[in-house]
């Protein structure tokens, strides 16, 4: 019995240790994405345009433009071009975990932060 046990903890491992979900990230790399997080009480939607090197984020009718440096295909850090505070002028991490045919799943968090959020942008265009 105990040798059961032993194979199944091994075969389960196994078989989740192989389990990648789909990341085709260069699929994201360009493009016009929408975003929505609970911001208090709220729900916020934000829009973005993006190339290679420049994100341009819409939000509250106001466009905000950043930098891109890509780590990998499926990571990449964001950097404010023209912060208004201290807080805005910190890198934010940006990591790719899994994409569909229309959206992808991230994590991000500030740049040597273990705090990490997890979002889903939808590829508008």
Not at 64 to 71: E, G
Not at 111 to 118: D, F, L, Q, W
Request: net charge neutral; with cysteine.
């Amino acid at each position: 019995m105990f040798k059961i046990r032993i194979f199944g903890l091994l075969i389960l491992s196994v078989t989740a240790a192989c389990y990648n979900p789909p990341r085709n990230c260069k699929d994201f790399k360009e493009g016009e994405f929408s975003f929505t997080t609970t911001i208090g009480d709220n729900e916020q939607t934000t829009t973005f345009v993006r190339t290679v090197d420049t994100e341009i984020d819409f939000f509250e009718g106001k466009a905000d433009t950043s930098s891109i440096r890509w780590i990998n295909d499926c990571e990449y850090i964001v950097k404010k071009l023209n912060p208004q505070t201290t807080s805005e002028e910190k890198s934010i991490h940006m990591k790719i975990l899994s994409t569909t045919d229309s959206s992808y799943t991230f994590e991000y968090g500030l740049v040597g932060s273990s705090n990490k959020s997890r979002g889903t942008a939808f590829k508008v265009n």
